[in-house]
């Protein structure tokens, strides 16, 4: 009797994501034109505990989609501005010494940082050094920051939703590797077609203000991600995941031979975790109980991008790392 309640919870759950989904889709198309496939990837990676990172040149609207996400999820939201003098402790937080007023007595009293919140904003996030981007990686492991020896946990839900320009732009530093594995998604950002920026130049030059609806809170947002977490998946999906994720990796003895000659570094067992969280998400969001290979296939660019390494070989010949992927895809039998 409870197993069947249980069930029935869980479709009404299921069916109330999936309205959620669709009001935040509508909200945001009050602000954003097109980039439909992106705002998919955002909350896919939303319902699965994933961060993620917006890749585009300056003046695609990542910011500008982001703090529209932020606004119509009702979650505690802060911006941190990555610039090359920002510190570690302007993200985490520091402790200043307190004096008691009536006992003299000083003690350190901790003063946390922006990274205390719900949804973080690290716009451009690739203009401040390693040092300082790599204060964030406990936060978006572990979710919680620890500061002289003292661990301080973050508010659930946490996310972590950067941007960043291109590397080949100037004033730029390279992410670390161990920073950009930490991010689920890896979205890029195409100029908008030829309708669209007419429609984008006549909303933004103009007196229109769109007036957007909280659609969703922390209790039922945790709720959901509960649920992706729960929607089983057949063993032949998560072998299909794992297997193409392994022909990524040179050093494998059943790698194609041109991910040998042009792959340094494939994609590790947190890649194919975030293929199937990402697959049980979509599937969801589409109305199924059970994702399916072809969920796995649709992710595979975003989840992979940034965990692919290419070497010089590949970068003379022209190969790119989505190049690499599609070519997996379409002449490796897996």
Aim: charged share 25%; net charge neutral.
């Amino acid at each position: 009797m409870n197993i069947d309640n249980s069930k029935d919870n869980d479709v009404v759950l299921a069916n109330k994501l999936n309205e959620s989904v669709r009001k935040i889709k509508s909200e945001i198309a009050k602000v954003i034109i097109g980039q439909d496939e992106v705002i998919d990837h955002l909350l896919i990676s939303l319902l699965s505990r994933g961060h993620c990172l917006l890749v585009g040149v300056p003046g695609l609207a990542k910011t500008l989609l982001i703090k529209t996400l932020s606004s119509v999820i009702d979650l505690k939201f802060n911006r941190i501005q990555f610039t090359p003098d920002l510190m570690p402790s302007d993200i985490t937080g520091t402790e200043i010494i307190e004096e008691d007023p009536i006992s003299k007595k000083r003690e350190f009293r901790f003063i946390k940082g922006p990274i205390f919140s719900n949804v973080i904003l690290a716009d451009e996030i690739n203009r401040t050094p390693p040092k300082t981007q790599s204060a964030l990686l406990e936060a978006m492991q572990e979710h919680r920051v620890t500061i002289a020896g003292k661990s301080y946990q973050l508010d659930e839900p946490f996310f972590v939703l950067a941007t960043q320009n291109p590397i080949e732009q100037e004033g730029t530093y390279p992410l670390p590797e161990a920073q950009l594995d930490r991010f689920m998604f890896n979205l890029w950002l195409d100029y908008p077609s030829y309708k669209e920026e007419i429609e984008v130049v006549r909303t933004t030059t103009s007196q229109y203000s769109a007036d957007l609806k909280k659609v969703v809170n922390a209790e039922e947002l945790l709720l959901f991600q509960d649920l992706v977490k729960k929607v089983p998946v057949a063993d032949n999906v998560i072998e299909w995941a794992v297997k193409f994720v392994s022909k990524t990796r040179p050093l494998n003895s059943d790698s194609p031979k041109f991910v040998k000659d042009w792959v340094r570094w494939g994609g590790g067992p947190r890649a194919s975790q975030y293929l199937i969280l990402a697959a049980k998400a979509k599937s969801v969001i589409a109305g199924r109980y059970t994702p399916n290979i072809d969920d796995v296939k649709s992710v595979l660019v975003p989840v992979l991008r940034h965990r692919i390494i290419i070497n010089f070989n590949a970068e003379a010949e022209g190969m790119t790392t989505v190049g690499v992927i599609n070519k997996i895809l379409e002449e490796v039998n897996i």
